[in-house]
């Protein structure tokens, strides 16, 4: 039984009120002084008691009328046809359970599962419906079921929200396509979220660009389980270097710190953390900015891997306060520099120009050596990182193989052939390890070649290797006289002239690396060492050649980390300690993780390494967008709107009022009771 | 106007002479008869009898004496062929009334009638006003100062308490030394078992009797329909109740009683006369009139 009206039903209270005035104003009957009472008195009893019960009769009788009177207003139905009416069109419905890491705010999550728990209570036996619970991944938490039980367990048994960013277009496709394929035609999407603007727009390219849209028929119910106001600080970016060399002793950390939450936080703090200590607390003023750049200046004491933290206080909301992040300080390359043409005057001498490139600066990681061909000495591989060979020609066979020795252990030598080289002689001596064989030299200035231009230019330049991907410019440097070469099978030339020839190659030789660069590096031949592209190109391709591949240090939460660098020879598997101290263990084949939570990854047990993992900065972003317009977005242009239970369940309690009409009846009912109400009065009271 | 408008009880309430009421309806009620009052009655000599002292001289033989020198004194037939006694119920149930005249008032008027048709017919007429106990004793005579006497009473006759109807008959039936008229006015609200044996007591020793029950229209009808608290007018017991649901239970009593009273009176020769006070007086004297006739 329901009512359209109900608050009528207070008019029920009004049943007392005959009652009341029944035992407040009971008025005494008149006296009548009679002759005797003997045959009043032996009146039947049943005839008094008789009398009584008409007396309550008529009592209950203007209660009843009262109450059918209410009841009439208040507009009666039986509702059990209304259940069954809305349970004849059964329904398969998807749940889609935001877990990003907004959802840590305050209640949000709590609010979101009592939301599905509304949701459940709402469906009818027989309906089916899943979960699936999406951050910036999406899983699938239960298929379609029927099995409401299990999936109430299935929801108290989630963790909670996790750390990383919202997406929601990937949960709405698979959503889609978990309905389009559902059992009942009445089809219904529930997005229960706090609706993160950046969730949005995140997507929005996958979305809007292909114009996509949920499948006709489904409808799309958006739940906002945010809270309206919120307060949250967070570093919106931090710059670190992953690498920094041992001579550059002091090194500043930048931190953007931003408010993101509705109510605008005007003090913070931030603390910087290195490898555990803290070494310094910041105080950040935000009363006139909605955000400002701190500087934190950290010095390094050793070489090796350094892990840090930043903290930023002073808000509510302390899941996305911390960034990690990790700094290898790296030890000063060693440079032996054979200079096959030295002199006393600096512009004829040949390693002038690079030993001024590696040097001339006040903090450089370069250490180098310069030795005269004559004189050099192999005792001093063993402390180089890298040998220069600068136009030598006069190394007897003896040096020049302990140099292929040392490249073939491990070692790198870097060559760079000028008018003094024959080539018939680097061929011999180095040809096991340089990346080519010289062919003959080409001097444009001198007409050596008919035919060519009066200089060369580098035209060709392999942007993606290591060495070169800082230097994706225009070169501007002529060259006037370069060598031809024959490249190795297993060389592979990194940047040409303009008439094809290779001007840089690589060679890797077991653990050892050589280039060839064929040209001299002074200014001989070309004017390089006079351009600006000369001292990083140095630089980059020694440091390149000497210190391993620049790995990622730094990934945000869900990123995948290639960890398989860090496998030692011979080992099947990787040992990683996660961000909370779990240790686990890697196979060596797929070294690959995922860390869920931000922190720092350790990887080895010796000369261990380190990942640090981050939030994504958008997901602290904690801006808000109305679920009318993720609607709005996707809703399907021939879904027909969307009426809630409460309109349905009015229009169907309309269309079954019309039929019953019970309050009619009711009042007729009323109407004989006031007939009877009056017999019984007049019979009683008169 | 006619002679049975005078008989209405409505217009007797009207009177407040009770000599004038009472002729009024004996004159009117023999009008409507047509027969005349003055008849069969003498004075006739029976025998003498010795002197003692204490006998009225008046009735000393003179010329007896004359030749006898002695004292005798004439005896005569009573001046009266009937000796009446009016027993008239005064108790306060007696006062109840629903209209203009009560019950007592009706009985008033009706003794007062009755002891001026009486006296006008030479016979004597004795009055007994009672309520639980005699209240008034008038011994059956036959003159005219004898009928104001009795009106007198009559006049200033008021209801009194409670009601014991047997007790003024066991005295009256304990004092009657011959054949008498006994009319008893009451509405009989008392043990109407030993009433009824008393009349029957009276009625065995040769009495004529005339019961005349009188009650009041409500009384008959119960023609109430609010609910009321009813006062018995003798005890003060009181008893609340819907009329209408009780009405016919009521009256269901009420007749079952009535003909009780009846029956019994009928069958034990007594004449039993339901008087209703709403009702004219002819009733209760042709009732009479017809015992009269049958009896003398």
């Not at chain 1, 559902?182 to 929005?204: M, V």
């Not at chain 1, 030890?331 to 520099?337: D, E, K, N, S």
């Not at chain 1, 391993?548 to 080992?571: F, H, N």
């Not at chain 2, 006062?231 to 009256?251: G, H, K, V």
């Given at each position: 039984?329901t ?32 002759s ?17 019960i008409q ?32 349970d ?40 089916e ?8 991944s999406t ?10 039980t299990?999936?109430?367990a ?22 889609n ?27 929005e390219?996958?979305a809007s ?14 739940i ?5 106001q ?8 931090v ?148 040998v ?28 760079a ?63 006037e006289?370069?060598?031809?070469s ?26 050892g ?51 398989s660098?860090?496998v ?24 690959f ?12 047990n010796?000369a ?12 602290s ?55 009877v109400?009056?017999y ?7 | ?6 008989l ?16 009024v ?77 009560s019950?007592?008032?009706y ?49 200033e ?13 066991a ?21 109407e078992?030993?009433?009824i ?12 009797v ?28 009181t008893?609340?109740?819907s009329?209408?649901a ?12 009535l003909s ?37």
């Amino acid at each position: 039984m329901t009512f359209l009206a109900p608050l009528f039903l207070l008019g029920l209270l009004a049943a007392a009120i005959p009652i009341a005035i029944h035992l407040i104003r009971r008025e005494k009957p008149p006296k009548i002084v009679f002759s005797t009472l003997r045959f009043i008195k032996t009146t039947k009893k049943k005839l008094v008691l008789f009398q009584q019960i008409q007396q309550w009769l008529l009592l209950l009788l203007r209660s009843a009328l009262i109450c059918l009177l209410v009841f009439a207003f208040a507009r009666p139905l039986f509702d059990t046809s209304i259940a069954r009416m809305l349970d004849t069109e059964p329904e398969s419905a998807v749940i889609l359970l935001d877990v990003s890491l907004s959802m840590q705010y305050g209640e949000n999550f709590n609010r979101a599962k009592q939301a599905v728990e509304d949701i459940l209570a709402e469906l009818s036996s027989g309906d089916e419906v899943a979960l699936i619970t999406f951050a910036s991944s999406t899983v699938s938490a239960m298929e379609l079921t029927t099995d409401i039980t299990q999936l109430r367990a299935r929801i108290d048994g989630l963790s909670g929200p996790g750390f990383d960013k919202v997406r929601f277009f990937p949960a709405l496709r698979l959503a889609n396509e978990m309905l389009e394929s559902s059992r009942y035609e009445n089809r219904e999407i529930y997005l229960i979220s706090d609706f993160q603007a950046n969730g949005l727009d995140a997507s929005e390219g996958e979305a809007s660009e292909s114009g996509w849209r949920l499948a006709p028929g489904i409808v799309f119910n958006g739940i906002d389980v945010g809270e309206s106001q919120t307060r949250n600080l967070v570093l919106s970016d931090v710059r670190s270097p992953a690498q920094i060399v041992e001579d550059e002793s002091q090194y500043d950390i930048l931190a953007r710190v931003r408010s993101t939450g509705s109510v605008h936080l005007q003090n913070a703090e931030v603390t910087l953390r290195m490898d555990g200590a803290t070494l310094m607390r910041v105080p950040v003023d935000l009363r006139d900015t909605s955000e400002a750049v701190v500087t934190l200046p950290v010095n390094f004491e050793r070489s090796g891997a350094h892990t840090g933290e930043i903290i930023v206080s002073g808000d509510e909301f302390t899941a996305d306060n911390s960034w990690f992040f990790t700094i290898d300080v790296l030890p000063q390359i060693r440079v032996l520099v054979i200079n096959g043409e030295p002199s006393l005057n600096w512009y004829d001498d040949e390693s002038h120009w690079l030993v001024l490139a590696l040097q001339g600066m006040g903090s450089t990681p370069f250490l180098v050596e310069t030795v005269d061909a004559p004189r050099f000495n192999s005792n001093v591989l063993a402390q180089t990182d890298v040998v220069v060979l600068l136009n030598v020609d006069d190394l007897d066979n003896a040096a020049a193989a302990e140099i292929s020795t040392y490249v073939q252990d491990g070692g790198t030598a870097f060559f760079a052939p000028g008018d003094r080289v024959s080539a018939e002689r680097f061929n011999q001596q180095f040809g096991r390890v340089a990346p080519a064989e010289l062919e003959q030299p080409l001097l444009l200035r001198q007409g050596i070649s008919a035919g060519a231009g009066e200089y060369l230019v580098i035209a060709d330049i392999d942007r993606r290797h290591p060495a070169l991907r800082p230097l994706a410019m225009d070169w501007s440097a002529r060259f006037e006289g370069i060598w031809s070469s024959a490249e190795s099978t297993d060389a592979e030339v990194l940047m040409r002239f303009d008439n094809a020839m290779p001007a840089l190659l690589e060679r890797n030789i077991g653990e050892g690396k050589t280039m060839l660069f064929t040209s001299s590096l002074d200014l001989e031949w070309s004017n390089l060492p006079l351009q600006g592209l000369f001292v990083p190109f140095m630089h980059e391709t020694l440091r390149y050649m000497v210190q391993p591949i620049l790995k990622q240090r730094a990934y945000t939460i869900g990123e995948i980390i290639d960890m398989s660098l860090e496998v030692s020879a011979g080992s099947s598997t990787l040992a990683v300690r996660d961000v909370d101290g779990t240790a686990r263990s890697l196979s060596a084949g797929s070294a690959f993780y995922s860390a869920q939570r931000p922190g720092v990854l350790q990887v080895g047990n010796e000369a261990a390494a380190y990942y640090a993992v981050n939030i994504d900065p958008q997901a602290s972003v904690l801006t808000r967008v109305a679920p009318s317009t993720l609607h709005d977005r996707i809703i399907n242009t021939d879904t027909t709107p969307q009426q809630s239970t409460q309109v349905r369940t009015a229009e169907l309690i309309a269309e079954l009022e019309q039929p019953q009409r019970l309050w009619w009846w009711i009042m007729i009912l009323a109407v004989m009771l006031v007939l009877v109400e009056g017999y019984i009065a007049n019979r009683t009271y008169r | 106007m006619a002679a049975t408008n005078f008989l209405d009880p409505s217009v007797l309430s009207s009177l407040d002479n009770l000599e004038l009421r009472a002729r009024v309806v004996v004159e009117g009620f023999i009008s409507g008869l047509h027969k005349s009052p003055h008849r069969g009655f003498s004075v006739e000599f029976n025998d003498y009898r010795h002197y003692y002292r204490g006998d009225d001289m008046r009735h000393v033989d003179w010329k007896l004496y004359a030749r006898s020198d002695k004292f005798y004194v004439k005896q005569y037939e009573d001046e009266t062929n009937v000796r009446c006694y009016i027993v008239l119920d005064a108790s306060a149930s007696m006062a109840y009334a629903s209209a203009a005249m009560s019950k007592l008032e009706y009985g008033r008027t009706l003794a007062s009638a009755l002891a001026y048709f009486i006296t006008r017919q030479r016979d004597a007429v004795g009055l007994i006003t009672f309520d639980e106990k005699v209240k008034d004793y008038i011994p059956a005579l036959c003159r005219q100062p004898h009928l104001i006497r009795i009106l007198r009473v009559l006049s200033e006759l008021k209801a009194g308490n409670k009601t014991d109807v047997t007790r003024p008959l066991a005295d009256l039936a304990s004092n009657l030394n011959r054949k008498s008229l006994v009319v008893l006015i009451s509405d009989m609200l008392d043990d109407e078992v030993k009433i009824i044996k008393t009349l029957q007591q009276l009625r065995s020793m040769g009495n004529d009797v005339i019961l005349f029950h009188v009650l009041d229209d409500a009384e008959l009808l119960f023609p109430f329909n609010q609910s009321s608290e009813f006062i018995d007018s003798e005890t003060q017991e009181t008893f609340i109740t819907s009329p209408a649901a009780i009405r016919s239970s009521y009256l269901e009593n009420l007749n079952q009683y009535l003909s009780y009273c009846k029956k019994q009176c009928q069958s034990s020769g007594v004449d039993y006369c339901l008087l209703n006070t709403s009702q004219p007086l002819d009733a209760a004297l042709a009732s009479y009139m017809a015992r009269r006739a049958r009896s003398f």
